[in-house]
């Protein structure tokens, strides 16, 4: 346990600076959109070449990695539709609580990565967010024509946006550096190290000055329900499988953080952008990221 806090604590300080900066308008409101949109399109792809090109993973990982994420997704999709077959929620409701339930924040599984486990598992965890971030998207999508039903669903548009998803560009292109061996010249290294070096301070402040905490009033039961199966559920459901699968070592570990991580906070553009219940999808990402401080070290703790 005092070794996941030590790591944890400090990923967590400073997502509430970034609150507390936000809360104190500085720098100024204006700079934390622009600060997240350059974490999210250059510092985080630059990082993910630069420690996956450095990396050497055993060919049989991506396998195991491409198994276990494909069956953790797949029955807690069926688990959580279980769950609204007894709750029967209104379409914009479940969306967000499906979204809650699945979706991971990417920025806060990289930096919990890099201080927990050393930059083996963050390779490694580059590597699942790469296989699990277009799961995810086109499950969540998916659902939304289900539940809410705006008209068909532009399939074109869809799959255009994950080919251009930076994290997935930067995962792809790094795994191949390092499986090819190129190596980094000195030159390269000096323009990419100090890149990846500011990736998880600004992606973690800019997590902080993202919440929403005013969505928090009068917490409901989708925002219980969700945060439970997310936090808890779902790292515990990544174990057995792991053990059931016969996963060993780091890979083991990777795969429960993932899970155990709060939801992501792009799920509230989905949700805006879907027809979804937004302010209940920015309250779910707001608790489980205040939550996640709690919930992750003990789970981790638990499972690993």
Known sequence: MDVVLQALVPVFALILLGQFLRRMHFPGDGFWPLAERFTYY???PAMLVFK?????IPPSAYGQLLFVVFALVGVMTLLVVVIQLSWKWPGTVFSSVFQGSLRFNTFVGLAAAGLLLGDEALSLFAVAI???IPLLNL???LMFALVIGQGPVQWRSVFGTIIRNPLIIGSLAGAVWGFVG???HPLLVGFLAPLSSMALPLGLLTVGAGLQLKALRGASMPIAV???LKLCVFPVLAAALASLFGLEGLIVKVVILLAALP???SAYILARQLGGDASLMAGIISGQTLLAMFTMP???SLLW
């Open 182 to 184: 190129l190596g980094f």
């Open 139 to 141: 499950l969540c999508i």
């Open 42 to 44: 250059v510092l985080f």
């Open 298 to 300: 003990v789970m981790l």
């Open 52 to 56: 996956l090109g450095s990396a050497s």
């Open 226 to 228: 969700s945060s439970v």
């Open 263 to 265: 939801t992501a906070s």
């Open 130 to 132: 790469a296989l699990m």
